[in-house]
């Protein structure tokens, strides 16, 4: 079993106070969205949990496991078991997905798998998210469609198997069959249906999720435990999956109007 532990964070970007004492729990076997209006600091909690250099912590514990993830380099953050999925993932010419996924799986697990049995894991994975084989010798996210990157960084949790993931934006620009598809790709991981490879599943019990979202298309699909809005770079509010309902139906303008008043 493993614990995420925000404490007290804040977070500047080029100087400007974006985060401002976000406080979060986020254990094995559960499943949080936040949720919030555009510019309330959720992409930012993402990279600044991942070691991303352009954030800034001013103050705060991110905790996994009670080891200090801001002590940490991007790389030792993977290894100890966090993820990110990225909104926007950069193009890399020259690496093909196939070579970047067995470097990722090799720097994560600690020692190379072997070419046959990385192969029939990979090729495991990529049927389950309907991906073509050759997507496995293009160049990692180039040329990629919207729906191609999401499924690739579903195929990345899958593969690397960590103990809590973030997932930035994951629905942003799918259609409703590719959303489906990666929804049940995030589902697998969490230990819900069935897994991929021959161990039954991916995750489940000893697994997180903290899935940032602006609407609650990706929530029918991916059932949480918590639901966090985000207003103003702080939660100010909390609930079951009955909050994303409210907020499905009446928006997040009150919360906009008095994160404004109180700044």
């Given at each position: 079993?493993?614990?995420?532990?925000?404490?007290?964070?804040?977070?500047?970007?080029?100087?400007?106070?974006?985060?401002?004492?976000?406080?979060?729990?986020?254990?094995?076997?559960?499943?949080?969205?936040?949720m919030?209006?555009?510019g309330?600091?959720?992409?930012?909690?993402?990279?600044?949990?991942?070691?991303?250099?352009?954030?800034?912590?001013?103050?705060g514990?991110?905790?996994?496991?009670?080891?200090?993830?801001?002590?940490?380099?991007?790389?030792?953050?993977?290894?100890?078991?966090l993820?990110?999925?990225?909104?926007?993932?950069?193009?890399?010419?020259?690496?093909?997905?196939s070579?970047?996924?067995?470097?990722?799986?090799?720097?994560?697990?600690?020692?190379a798998p072997?070419?046959?049995?990385?192969?029939?894991?990979?090729?495991?994975?990529?049927?389950?998210?309907?991906?073509?084989?050759?997507?496995?010798?293009?160049?990692?996210?180039?040329?990629?469609?919207?729906?191609?990157?999401?499924?690739?960084?579903?195929?990345?949790l899958?593969?690397?198997?960590?103990?809590?993931?973030?997932?930035?934006?994951?629905?942003s620009?799918?259609?409703?069959?590719a959303?489906?598809?990666?929804?049940?790709?995030?589902?697998r991981?969490?230990?819900?249906?069935?897994?991929?490879?021959?161990?039954?599943?991916?995750?489940?019990?000893?697994?997180?999720?903290?899935?940032?979202?602006?609407?609650?298309?990706?929530?029918?699909?991916?059932?949480?435990?918590?639901?966090?809005?985000?207003?103003?770079?702080?939660?100010?509010?909390?609930?079951?999956?009955?909050?994303?309902?409210r907020?499905?139906?009446?928006?997040?303008e009150?919360?906009?109007?008095?994160?404004?008043?109180?700044?």
């Amino acid at each position: 079993m493993s614990t995420l532990e925000i404490r007290d964070l804040h977070v500047a970007v080029d100087g400007k106070q974006i985060l401002n004492g976000v406080e979060l729990t986020v254990r094995s076997g559960k499943t949080h969205a936040i949720m919030g209006p555009n510019g309330s600091g959720k992409s930012t909690l993402a990279y600044a949990i991942a070691g991303h250099p352009k954030y800034t912590v001013t103050s705060g514990r991110v905790l996994l496991d009670g080891e200090d993830l801001l002590e940490m380099s991007v790389d030792e953050r993977a290894r100890a078991g966090l993820f990110l999925a990225m909104q926007y993932p950069v193009e890399v010419p020259g690496v093909s997905v196939s070579n970047f996924l067995r470097s990722a799986v090799t720097a994560v697990r600690g020692e190379a798998p072997k070419l046959r049995e990385f192969t029939k894991e990979l090729k495991a994975g990529m049927d389950a998210l309907a991906i073509d084989p050759a997507f496995a010798q293009r160049n990692l996210n180039e040329g990629f469609s919207g729906g191609e990157k999401k499924r690739h960084e579903i195929l990345q949790l899958e593969l690397l198997k960590p103990k809590i993931a973030v997932l930035d934006e994951t629905d942003s620009g799918l259609d409703v069959d590719a959303l489906r598809v990666v929804s049940e790709g995030i589902n697998r991981f969490r230990g819900v249906g069935e897994g991929v490879g021959e161990d039954g599943g991916t995750g489940g019990k000893d697994t997180g999720v903290l899935l940032i979202t602006h609407y609650t298309r990706i929530l029918r699909y991916v059932k949480p435990d918590f639901v966090h809005v985000f207003a103003g770079g702080r939660i100010v509010e909390e609930g079951g999956p009955e909050l994303a309902d409210r907020l499905e139906a009446e928006g997040y303008e009150r919360y906009a109007q008095a994160a404004k008043a109180s700044a």
